[in-house]
């Protein structure tokens, strides 16, 4: 059974920080795709950012780079993410997804991704 469950949100002040968890279990988590989406009040899905399991290769949404950073452990099965200087356009709920298709413009497409974690709420306050 497939689970991804992810942790560490909640409310922070702009310019604060937060770190995402998301642990994978069931799924082969070494080469495969993965990527944290958001959903804020009102907006549709979009993804935030997305790495290749197997190797370095990952991708960032234009309204994050330089202030968020994905990366893994894969001795754990754990995908993170590092999120700085958040602003309070950053709040949402974050959702962590699995066995995705990097390459192209393939890492945006969430429709793509067959597994979902349930995901954590962000809150950032001005």
């Known amino acids: 059974q497939v689970q991804l469950v992810e942790s560490g949100g909640g409310s922070v002040q702009a310019g604060g920080s937060l770190r995402l968890s998301c642990a994978a279990s069931?799924?082969?988590?070494?080469?495969?795709?993965m990527g944290w989406f958001r959903q804020g009040p009102g907006k549709e899905r979009e993804g935030v950012a997305a790495i290749y399991t197997g190797g370095d290769s990952a991708r960032y949404a234009d309204s994050v780079k330089g202030r968020f950073t994905i990366s893994q452990d894969n001795a754990h099965n754990t995908l993170y993410l590092q999120m700085n200087n958040l602003k309070p356009e950053d709040t949402a709920m974050y959702y962590c997804?699995?066995?995705?298709?990097?390459?192209?413009?393939?890492?945006?497409?969430?429709?793509?991704?067959?597994?979902w974690g349930q995901g954590t709420q962000v809150t950032v306050s001005s």
């Open positions: 997804a699995a066995e995705g298709i990097c390459g192209g413009n393939w890492w945006w497409r969430s429709d793509l991704y067959k597994y």
């Open positions: 069931g799924v082969t988590y070494r080469r495969n795709c």
